[in-house]
């Protein structure tokens, strides 16, 4: 399909050699190519529009999905319960069996990170990356959402990202959660 710029290109080009008297073509062919033109015309602006009324309401739609997979995401991680991490001091740091001189307790559990992968070559995927809400990782073939809640809980994060994953794939879109410990 030709676009807009090369349609209108040809039909100057057109005007240009044909001959013109009072506002119409002289040659019939002439005139039905130019009617035929500005038909062509017509449709392709029709189409952009078309398209754009589409692309605004799948950008309404992955919106709202995206907001959809944050709230289960951030409402999942609140409700893990994360096993306590104890931080030990010893006197000599390079000898665990040198006394301890002081403990503490680290509620949020381990420290990590969680992120929701998702497939590449899906619309989703252009969107977030246009929205600048994901990047893409050549390592993983997908763009990358990273979780930015709950500090350092990676408990918490891996929960995120497997309910937002999870909400993803409710909808066909291919994702899954991964985390690593800091």
Aim: glycine residues 4%; hydrophobic residues 35%; negative net charge.
């Amino acid at each position: 399909m030709r676009t807009a710029l090369q349609v209108r290109k040809e039909i100057n080009e057109l005007q240009k050699t044909a001959e013109v008297k009072e506002y119409k073509y002289a040659d019939p062919a002439v005139r039905q190519r130019a009617s035929d033109l500005r038909w062509e015309l017509e449709a392709i602006i029709e189409n952009k529009k078309r398209i754009a009324k589409e692309k605004a309401a799948t950008n309404k739609e992955f919106t709202a999905i995206f907001e959809e997979a944050e709230a289960e995401g951030v409402k999942a991680g609140t409700e893990v319960t994360p096993i306590p991490m104890i931080v030990e001091g010893h006197s000599d740091m390079l000898d665990d069996s040198s006394p301890v001189v002081y403990q503490e307790c680290v509620n949020e559990g381990l420290c990590g990170f969680a992120w929701v992968i998702v497939e590449s070559n899906c619309a989703f995927s252009r969107w977030l990356k246009a929205m600048e809400l994901g990047t893409y990782d050549s390592y993983y073939s997908g763009t990358m959402v990273y979780c930015h809640h709950f500090n350092q809980s990676v408990a918490r994060k891996e929960k995120w990202a497997h309910k937002f994953a999870e909400v993803l794939n409710k909808y066909g879109i291919k994702a899954y959660g991964q985390s690593r410990l800091d």
